[in-house]
């Protein structure tokens, strides 16, 4: 109850408890068609939370980048407990993440944005599932709706305490998996650029040097591990879906082996700029659309029924958003422009589940127009 001490009226609490409710319905619904996954990619997370947990170790440092779902594993295996769990664990974090996210809105806008906004977030299956997937993703999800939250605060009320809270949480992003890199620039973005007095700004500049030290220390231990992390092998093959090559033959690309991936990564891109161009361009594309050839076609119309509205709303959200946030759009729209080009650098998920993470983002947007048009009908 004390989450709700600062919610005076009695509406608004009405409408959390059904916010929560529809939650735990939704969450309840999944868990029975998914059970709790440990298959595909979180079969390595397993192995590694269970190595972890018989000879305290990883199997390569690169994982250290994973570590928070790991050490969910770790937890369970060094308690003897079921692997249910770590996924609780997940779905807790997502719920707090959520309340961020509708106290956000609502900060906002207002009450009815916020709850309808809440609302779609709640019911959005694609995002929601997730929780059960002992990926890493479910982890970086939450975390990025808490980051937008923190973020705000400080925008907001100027204290040192909600920066550094927001920084604990980048930080925190940053150790959840390996695209969690891509929310340092937003963050450098806003720190520097923001309207704020020269003391400040010296501080956040100081603030940035650290975190872009982190991101591309981090970046070179990633791309140290081989395997899924070889930065050329997306561009060489042509992969827009990871692991599915689309190249049909020799593309006549000049390239280098430096012994430095993200030496031989500028390369390619310097001696190769309508090629790298091209594949950026089909990437973005595969990013925002969430529909794939392999669904069938109700999952597809499913799926176009849950974009219509979301890509809508946020267009129409967007200058209204920016002209009552200047400071905070830099972060946003920062985190819009930056995260998907990121993503480009590597390749698009089989089931869109990197495009996740900004769905907080693009909603946030969303709620601005959600506002005109409940006012437009109270009209």
């Given amino acids: 109850m004390k989450l709700l001490k600062d919610i005076p009226s009695q509406q608004e609490r009405k409408g ?168 340092i620039p937003p963050a450098i973005l806003y720190l520097v650029f923001r309207k704020q007095s020269r003391k400040n700004l010296f501080i956040n500049m100081g603030i940035c040097v650290l975190l872009t030290g982190l991101m591309f220390l981090a970046a070179l231990v990633i791309f140290s591990g081989g395997g899924d992390m070889d930065a050329m092998k997306p561009f060489i093959e042509e992969h827009i879906i990871c692991f599915v090559p689309t190249a049909t033959g020799d593309n006549n690309l000049t390239l280098i082996n430096s012994g430095s991936q993200m030496y031989d990564l500028w390369y390619y891109i310097i001696h190769n700029p309508l090629h790298f161009l091209k594949l950026t361009g089909l990437k973005i594309l595969s990013f925002f659309n969430l529909t794939r050839p392999w669904y069938t076609p109700v999952n597809n119309y499913l799926l176009i029924a849950l974009m219509v509205p979301l890509y809508t709303s946020f267009l129409f959200g967007l200058k209204k958003f920016i002209q ?4 905070f759009a830099l972060l946003v729209i920062g985190l819009l422009l930056l995260y998907p080009f990121g ?23 969303s709620c601005y127009r959600v506002n005109w048009v409940v006012e437009k009908i109270k009209r």
């Fill in 16 to 183: 959390l408890f059904i916010l929560l409710a529809v939650f735990c319905i939704v969450q309840t619904l999944l868990f029975l068609k998914f059970g709790v996954v440990t298959q595909n990619e979180a079969a390595k997370y397993v192995s590694e939370g269970t190595l972890l947990a018989t000879e305290g170790r990883l199997s390569h440092i690169k994982y250290f980048f994973y570590i928070p779902v790991i050490s969910l594993v770790w937890l369970c295996k060094s308690l003897h407990i079921s692997l249910f769990f770590a996924v609780l664990i997940q779905v807790i974090l997502s719920g707090i993440a959520q309340y961020c996210f509708y106290k956000l809105c609502r900060s906002l806008t207002n009450y009815k944005a916020a709850f309808i906004t809440s609302l779609f977030l709640a019911l959005f299956f694609p995002l929601q599932s997730w929780n059960f997937h002992l990926y890493s993703d479910s982890i970086l999800i939450s975390l990025s709706l808490v980051y937008l939250w923190f973020f705000y605060q400080y925008d907001r009320y100027q204290l040192t305490r909600h920066l550094l809270l927001a920084l604990a949480v980048l930080v925190l992003i940053t150790f959840s998996r390996p695209h969690g890199l891509l929310f």
């Fill in 324 to 327: 009552a946030n200047r400071r």
């Fill in 343 to 365: 993503m480009t650098l590597q390749c698009d998920d089989w089931h869109s589940r990197f495009t996740m993470a900004i769905i907080g983002a693009l909603l946030c947007i």
